[in-house]
């Protein structure tokens, strides 16, 4: 795909779309949050598939693991949302990363595939992505004529002038996130430290906005400070903020007021994970702000209002 087709593509869309969701549901917490917003914005979004993506860390004792767990916490976010009829559309995905073993059908990466390939160009499917490219990576590399019927917004990498890459969407699976970053497709890239980060927030918010609101609500907020007592507190500090990381892909597709982006070349994953460039490549969009008070009142609306519906 050369440039020209590349940029008319990561022109944000009008009019509804049709939408699929990768996700490490289980990790922490940003997930579930995002996995909500999406479904309480269906004036926007036809949501077509949602997968459950592997990781690893202190929430599983494998990717395998980790899969399984997001698959249980998708249905569960479902559940809390009286919307259950979505578990049709919900499937397994790959059970180890790309990095440690050839690329596999699973149930998520057909459809995918199948769903992508019922798109055309003029008329994308959106893939966000906001956990370990894995399965987004298999069903590119298991059938590559998708990548002219879809636009992928990925969640992985920190920004470019972070002092490190190590991310954790992209150091679990290296391999993946080079299909992504080297195949010439339509790419947004939401980087994590440095630009995603600031779109955080903390216990009194939580409880002035969504504290009573409803079951999900509640869940959220009883999880998101158990997780902040596991990860931001473990040294002994008293003051928390949580970074709702995954939301922001969500956000760019509704509205251009939610942040910024630029057009930059993709750039290269190297084995130390530090980019490198080479001014040949293909354009990708790079976000580098977040209006982080826009979104999160959008966000917080959207999610008190869930027993609306």
């Not at 909500?36 to 926007?44: L, P, R, V």
């Not at 969504?210 to 002994?236: H, P, R």
């Amino acid at each position: 795909m050369d440039n020209s087709e590349i940029l008319k593509k990561l022109e944000r869309p009008q009019g509804k779309i049709d939408v699929v969701l990768d996700t490490d549901t289980f990790n922490e917490i940003d997930d579930q949050y995002a996995l909500a917003y999406m479904i309480q914005s269906q004036d926007k979004f036809n949501i077509l598939g949602v997968y459950a993506a592997p990781f690893f860390n202190h929430h599983s004792t494998s990717p395998k693991e980790g899969m399984e767990k997001s698959y249980d916490e998708i249905l569960n976010v479902y559940k809390l949302l009286n919307r259950t009829e979505f578990k049709a559309i919900t499937f397994k995905g790959s059970t180890d990363f790309l990095t440690n073993a050839e690329p596999t059908m699973t149930a998520a990466v057909q459809h995918l595939i199948d769903t992508a390939l019922e798109h055309s160009p003029e008329n994308p499917l959106y893939v966000i992505g906001i956990a370990a490219a894995t399965n987004i990576a298999t069903a590119i590399l298991l059938e590559p004529k998708i990548v002219d019927n879809i636009v992928v917004l990925w969640l992985g990498g920190l920004g470019y002038e972070w002092h490190n890459n190590l991310s954790f969407n992209c150091r679990q699976d290296l391999v993946a996130a080079r299909v992504l970053l080297d195949t010439p497709m339509p790419l947004v890239q939401f980087p994590g430290m440095g630009v995603i980060s600031a779109f955080a927030t903390t216990g009194p918010e939580l409880e002035y906005w969504l504290k009573g609101k409803n079951s999900f609500c509640d869940y959220m907020v009883d999880k998101t400070e158990k997780e902040a007592q596991i990860t931001n507190l473990k040294n002994g500090g008293k003051v928390w903020s949580r970074a709702l990381w995954d939301i922001v892909p969500i956000g760019w597709l509704l509205s251009d007021e939610f942040m910024k982006d630029k057009l930059v070349y993709s750039p290269i994953m190297q084995d130390n994970h530090y980019y490198s460039w080479d001014f040949r490549r293909h354009f990708i969009k790079y976000v580098y702000f977040v209006e982080r008070d826009k979104l999160m009142e959008d966000v917080f609306e959207k999610l008190a209002n869930i027993d609306s519906i």
